[in-house]
Every structure is written in C-alpha cells, then in structure tokens.
C-alpha cells in the first residue's frame, strides 16, 4: 500500500480503529443484552434525556437518523418492551418515546458494561500527555460536523459514555 498522507492515515487509522472496537463492543452487546448498536443508542439516548423521555423527532436528530429509520427502530424497541410510545399533551402532532421499567434495567446494566469496556480496551491507548489535544481535536471535528458528543445538562457523569 501506497504511503498516505499524515492527515489521511489519521483518518484511516481512527476510522478502522474506532470501527474494529465498536464491532467488538456491539458483539458484547448483543450477546449480553440482546441490543443491537442502535438499540443501545437509541435507550442511552433516552437514558440521559430529562425523565427518560423524548420527542422521536429529537432522538432521530441525536440518532443522525432518518424519521423513517428511528420510526423502525422504535418500534422494534416498543414491541421488546423496552420504550413506550405517546402523544404530546401540548402537541399532538408530537411523538414522545420513554424508556420502560425493562428497558431502563436493561440500558443501566448495558451502561455498565460498556463503560467497563472501554476503561479496559480504549482508555488505555489515551496517554495522559494526549488527552488535552484529542479531546480539543474531538471537539472541533464534532463541533464542525454540528453534533454534540457532550452529556445534555444534568447528565451525572457516568452517563456521559
């Protein structure tokens, strides 16, 4: 293989990197909790939201996806039991999705044991010389794609993964 440029074998090496470790991660996810890598962003998304609760509309925007595509994976997540799904009191044209008492259990028990895993396989690569530089360079690159990798406010630390 041809020598990348430093800036493209950045890319290179964080993109494959990041995806080997998630496909490791969702592996576990899978067989522990039977959640797919959506379903657990979809629940840790509602996770941190205020009273577990929010709008589809907002969960397809934290999501990146399409209405059509959180629509499905509502769904998918209302007939496991795990969220429930209603009209706004002050909107009724709004879609409010909550987590259940079992898909709540499910997500805090899930949390747990992706957190444990990337404190054992991704902290460690993160010396601590690097950790102001990555995380201003995570940062911007999040900032300039207009999304928001921060825990909303509120959020307790530990639900910030």
């Known amino acids: 293989m041809a020598d990348l440029e430093p800036r493209l074998e950045i890319w290179r090496a964080l993109l494959y990197g990041q995806r080997s470790m998630m496909l490791r991660v969702t592996h576990e996810l899978t067989h522990d909790f039977g959640l797919t890598a959506a379903q657990f962003d979809a629940l840790h998304n509602l996770l941190e939201a205020p009273d577990h609760e929010l709008a589809a509309s907002e969960l397809a925007d934290l999501l990146l996806y399409s209405s059509g595509s959180t629509t499905h994976l509502v769904r998918r997540l209302e007939e496991l039991g795990w969220v429930t799904r209603r009209a706004c009191d002050e909107d009724a ?69």
């Open 93 to 161: 044209r709004k879609v409010l999705i909550s987590l259940t008492d079992d898909g709540l259990d499910r997500i805090r028990r899930a949390r747990l044991a992706y957190q444990e895993t990337l404190r054992e396989e991704f902290s460690p690569l993160i010396g601590d010389d690097d950790v102001a530089v990555l995380l201003d360079f995570a940062r911007r690159l999040a900032r300039h794609e207009g999304v928001s990798p921060a825990p909303p406010p509120g959020a307790l630390p530990d639900e910030a993964l």
